[in-house]
Nanobody
């Protein structure tokens, strides 16, 4: 059984940094792709960042490029999202999703991911 657990959310001020973590257990290979999505109040869930093709390809939504970095610790099977220069618009519930069946051309579509965590709240406010 695959389990996905996010951690590290919290309240920060604009300009601050925060790192959220995603731990996945029960995966049967290292050929999985992992992505972070977020959902702000009153908005649809959107792709934020992802690691694909065994971690060799990273991709980001335009609004976080240059500020967020996604990385993976293969030994610990944890995916991190380092968020710098945070803005109030980054406020959302952040979800981690993973799957061994993600199609690269469809990587930003949440329907391509089989396993999801319950999310962690990130709030950016002064």
């Amino acid at each position: 059984q695959v389990r996905v657990i996010e951690s590290g959310g919290g309240l920060v001020q604009p300009g601050d940094s925060l790192r959220v973590s995603c731990t996945a257990s029960g995966l049967t290979s290292n050929r999985y792709s992992t992505a972070w999505f977020r959902q702000a109040p009153g908005k649809e869930r959107e792709f934020v960042a992802g690691l694909f093709r065994r971690g060799y390809n990273a991709d980001y939504t335009d609004s976080v490029k240059g500020r967020f970095t996604i990385s993976r610790d293969n030994n610990k099977n944890i995916v991190y999202l380092q968020m710098n220069s945070m803005e109030p618009d980054d406020t959302a519930i952040y979800y981690c999703a993973t799957s061994e069946r993600v199609i690269f051309s469809n990587r930003k579509n949440e329907r391509g991911y089989e396993y999801w965590g319950q999310g962690t709240q990130v709030t950016v406010s002064s």
